[in-house]
Nanobody, 124 residues
Framework: QVQLVESGGGLVQAGGSLRLSCAASGRGFSTYGMGWFRQAPGKEREFVAA????????LYADSVKGRFTISRDNAKNMGYLQMNSLQPEDSAVYYC?????????????????WGQGTQVTVSS
């Protein structure tokens, strides 16, 4: 079993940056893929970015491509999401999750462990 805790969210002005962290405890993190998802009020949870267990493969939603960067440090059991050029439409609760096959995937149903989320608010 893996427990995930996100941190790094907060309030930022449009055009600013934030770096989200995902701390994993328990066994297996380095063998899992990892993803970031977000959910705004009244909307469904949506895919943001994903990375394979080795870090060799990454995927991004079109809406964040070129602005966000996903990474991981398996030695530290950590995942990261660097978010630049933030816009008000990026405001949401951001969740990290692990994918059991080690792949980078887009669907929420591919992920088995989830964190509690961290709030990101971007003011205009």
């Amino acid at each position: 079993q893996v427990q995930l805790v996100e941190s790094g969210g907060g309030l930022v002005q449009a055009g600013g940056s934030l770096r989200l962290s995902c701390a994993a405890s328990g066994r297996g993190f380095s063998t899992y893929g990892m993803g970031w998802f977000r959910q705004a009020p009244g909307k469904e949870r949506e895919f943001v970015a994903a990375i394979s267990m080795s870090g060799a493969n990454t995927l991004y939603a079109d809406s964040v491509k070129g602005r966000f960067t996903i990474s991981r440090d398996n030695a530290k059991n950590m995942g990261y999401l660097q978010m630049n050029s933030l816009q008000p439409e990026d405001s949401a609760v951001y969740y990290c999750a692990t994918e059991p096959r080690g792949w980078a995937m887009r669907r929420t149903t591919d992920y088995h462990y989830w964190g509690q989320g961290t709030q990101v608010t971007v003011s205009s």
